[in-house]
């Protein structure tokens, strides 16, 4: 089966089929290559080239051209979903071709890889359906004396399930179903016995003991959970059955048979005993990506998952797909909700994919989390390190490159305890506009592996200035950027925020010393300093970072978190006891690496030191398109740049005026200019850090002078006093 690009030299008939008709395929294939796949057409592979314009349904086919379709869909299940399946109609006798979506492949693709998946996608579009397909395959096509298992949490749903399956058998080319008198036909199994395959369902048990045993007794390779969310005791039952399923796996992998397990569903209740288990492992899975695909090999494959999952535990994929991932329309998502009257935590689980905590309220408004929910934008640009580490953009590699040259990038960091039990975020926020315009975590220990890897991006981007909050597994890093940074003629001081900027008027001494050339500088000079760099954090400034720069960063760049990732994390904050933090199923290391670039921007002060323009802050928070714009919405643009223009100005004469009188003059004129903003470019601009940073470079001039005055005095006494020395006549009252 073609898997990788690599796979196409061991099966050299393969090829695509570009002249199927099931034009789905075609327009997945499309769209992968549009996302930057090379290996975006193995879904149309074909083995035999005399199968191409073939219908398998055709009722004039030749024995050898039905015995031909029985090999290709026997080693190319790809040619099965293709070209072979049927999936009956809702509400009419009519029967469609299987459709090809970003969900459904990307779930095919990781069970032939042997990967679990959890498939949750919004009720209606055929999550489920996906999975019986693949099932049928493997029941009456691609396995041999294999037991399959389902697993749902109640005997309606199995009920269903399994006359799904019977459907979808049923409308295959007959040829293709080996049929015996004895495979049997009811509610709750169903078998090809020609094959020796058995497809076995269970349902939610009432108790532990129960959930136990019908745990126990999946001793299968493949298994289907459907619902998991919703199945009682679903964490006694999962783990016994992945336990009592180790044999048949290890079997399967000796005889390369298929193996695996699928967990499709809707989104669960986060505060419920069995929707926190299945939150807990899949969130703790690795988020899916099309870049996945790429990948070498199955070894390779594996170890990309492993170092990009958000903590330890199981691996799996997260495989959630929205709506309009999927090819649905706002207009189709929102007809479905009317007609079933959803809404509310009913609606957000089944629609939106969004786990639901019940009566754990969220520290930010509705409104703002549906601001941060809608905001969540496509990747654009994946960029794959030689290690594995992915960073997920949100601008393109042409837009990337520019950036570099206009703007500064604020790299938020958290480090974690990098041990395994939580994972390393990163955000990268575009500090004049507040977008997030990349992002990655990782699950990696190794953090001289991890530390390279920022010490690359930084060396690479030279406009990113890096925050990380300092836990004892940041100093590694920070350790080695004041190795790395140095070597390439880089300071270290402009690059990473730290104490001794923030607070130079207080730290003279220490900012004198790193305020000098680096080529002055000896290879123990930061081992003195090495200690002020990064984000502490206290009770005092976990506070300030929870309770006032969430609320504002949430309020100016809610609409801007453009990362999927990071907006379920932010959204998934609770109040607990009086206090913020991250629910216990869920992470917040992208939350805590967010927040940090907004107080860097907003709190700390200096900034000119690392190369930031304060005066140009949000400048660009509106950069409307000029054919989407109404003549009022163009006047109010010029009006709006034109008060940032002659903001600017104002931040200039503020910056290099040395008199208080004048000082306080430019300051009323700033804060007029700023009332007159829009609300989105005042609540991006911290003018109160304008004017103190202005404030503090004025006192820090005047004590300069001062010191200046008192050295020349002082020179002069000396002078006196050497005088009087010579003379005899020394006398300490004259000087």
Known sequence: MILFQSDYAKMGTAKPDYQTKNTSFLEISRLYHEMGVKNCVFALTLLQASL????????????EQKAQIGIECRLNPWYYFRECVRIPGVASNESISFKANRGNISMIWCFFNHIDYALIQPRQTGKSVSTDTLMCWLLFIGCLNTLINMITKDNDLRVKNVERLKKIRDLLPPYLVPRDKKDPDNQSELKCVTLGNHYQTGVAQPNETAANKIGRGLTSAIVHFDEAPFISHIGTTLPAALSSGNAARDEAAKFKRPYGNVFTTTAGKKDDRDGKYMYDMIHGGTVWDEVYYDCKNHAHLQDMLIKNKASTGKLIINGTFSHRQLGYTDAWLYGKMSASNSF????????????????????????????????????????????????????????????????????????????????????????????????????ETN?????????????????????????????????????????????????????????????????????????????????????????????????????????????????????????????????????????????????????????????????????????????????????????????????????????????????????????????????????????????????????????????????????????????????????????????????
Not at 52 to 63: I, R
Not at 388 to 397: D, H, K, P, S
Not at 654 to 659: N, R, Y
């Open 52 to 63: 191409v314009g073939v219908d398998p349904h055709s009722e004039n086919l030749t024995l």
């Open 344 to 443: 509310g935590d009913d609606a957000n689980r089944d629609y939106f994919n969004i786990w639901t905590s019940g009566t754990q309220g969220s520290p930010l408004s509705p409104k703002l989390n549906e601001a941060i929910r809608q905001s969540e934008r496509e990747i654009k640009y994946r960029m794959m390190t030689k290690d594995g580490f992915i960073v997920r953009w949100y601008v393109t590699e042409e837009e990337l490159n520019y950036r570099r040259q206009t703007t500064k990038i604020i790299m938020g960091l958290d480090t974690s305890e990098g041990i395994g039990r939580d994972g390393i975020g990163a955000v990268f926020l575009d500090a004049y506009t507040l977008e997030v315009i990349g992002a990655f975590n990782t699950n």
């Open 447 to 735: 953090l001289i592996l991890f530390s390279s890897f920022v010490v690359e991006l930084m060396l690479e981007f030279d406009n990113i200035i890096l925050i990380p909050e300092r836990k004892s597994s940041a100093q590694t890093i920070i350790d080695l950027l004041l190795l790395k940074l140095p070597a390439a003629g880089l300071d270290p001081f402009k690059r990473i925020y730290n104490v001794i900027v923030d607070e130079q008027t207080t730290r003279k001494e220490e900012f004198k010393a790193v305020s000098q050339d680096i080529g002055r500088r000896n290879r123990s000079f930061f081992d003195q300093y090495k200690r002020f760099f990064g984000f502490v954090t206290t009770a005092a400034s976990r506070d300030i970072l929870y309770q006032q720069v969430l609320q504002n960063a949430a309020k100016s760049a809610g609409h801007l978190v453009q990362d999927k990732v990071l907006s379920s994390e932010i959204r998934g904050l609770i109040v607990k006891n009086g206090r913020i933090d991250h629910s216990s199923s869920s992470h917040d290391d992208l939350v805590i690496a967010w927040m940090l670039c907004h107080w860097m921007l907003t709190f700390s002060r200096n900034l000119h030191f690392y190369g930031i323009d304060t005066s140009r802050m949000a400048s660009a928070l509106s950069n409307d398109l000029t054919n989407e714009m109404t003549d009022e919405q163009k006047m109010e643009r010029d009006q709006q740049k034109e008060l940032m223009a002659s903001l600017d100005t104002i931040v200039a004469e503020l910056d290099d005026c040395k008199d208080d009188i004048q000082a306080m003059k430019l300051e009323h004129k700033l804060k007029v200019v700023y009332m007159k903003l829009r609300p989105s470019d005042k609540d991006a601009i911290s003018i109160d850090a304008v004017i103190r940073e202005a404030g503090d470079k004025r006192k820090a001039n005047k004590r300069v002078m001062r010191q200046d005055v008192m050295e020349i005095d002082m020179s002069k006494a000396w002078g006196n006093q050497n005088t009087y020395r010579r003379t005899g006549n020394a006398n300490v009252s004259n000087w």
